[in-house]
């Protein structure tokens, strides 16, 4: 909280803690998607450089088997449209959902939804499970920022963040192992 010259305390909202933020509330749809998804993937990049001396097997093999396997085309629809669907139902809506019967604070459903997001992902390896956990924290920050709108906003507006988050890191995928 902070001080106003009146005295009086006035609410600071922080996004990724509580998942409210009335400027972002002001922009249009889209716009939130934009954001949404720009700031998973900037997180997954800022994760992924920090983690990369570590050494770990990543998620560059599951995309490479699904390549060899199945063909760019079907790697699209798998990582780009099937994907961010399911995880958005099961990584996203059923931990919030669950948290919210229980009656969690938001903090705590986001970590609840982060935690769960991230192992869907422990097959890919331990820098992708590192890495999902943070970009889970912006999708479940995103659910429960639309969820607040409607339940149909929220499904919408994080599988389309989590769409073009994936679509641009198959592409760096498909651009570096070309």
Known sequence: MTETHSNRPIRT????????SPMLRRWPEWAQMLF????????????????????????ADFKQ??????????????VVVA???MET????????????VVRRKKLVQILWASI?????????????????FFVG?????CFLFCWSESWFKA?????????????VVYILFLASTA
């Open 116 to 132: 769960w997001f991230a192992a869907l992902h422990i097959a890919n390896g331990p820098a992708h499970v590192i890495q999902t």
């Open 36 to 59: 949404f998804g720009c700031t998973a993937l900037f997180i997954n990049l800022v994760i992924g450089f920090m983690i990369l001396p570590l050494d770990f097997t990543d998620a």
């Open 13 to 20: 909202s922080t996004l990724f803690r509580d998942a409210e």
């Open 137 to 141: 924290w912006v999708f479940a920050v």
């Open 83 to 85: 994907g961010p669907m």
């Open 89 to 100: 139902a099961v990584g996203q809506f059923l931990p919030l959902f669950f948290a919210k």
């Open 155 to 167: 499904a919408r507006v994080t599988y389309i963040a989590h769409a073009l988050h994936n679509a």
């Open 65 to 78: 088997q699904i390549k060899q396997e199945q063909g760019v085309i079907a790697g699209i629809l798998v």
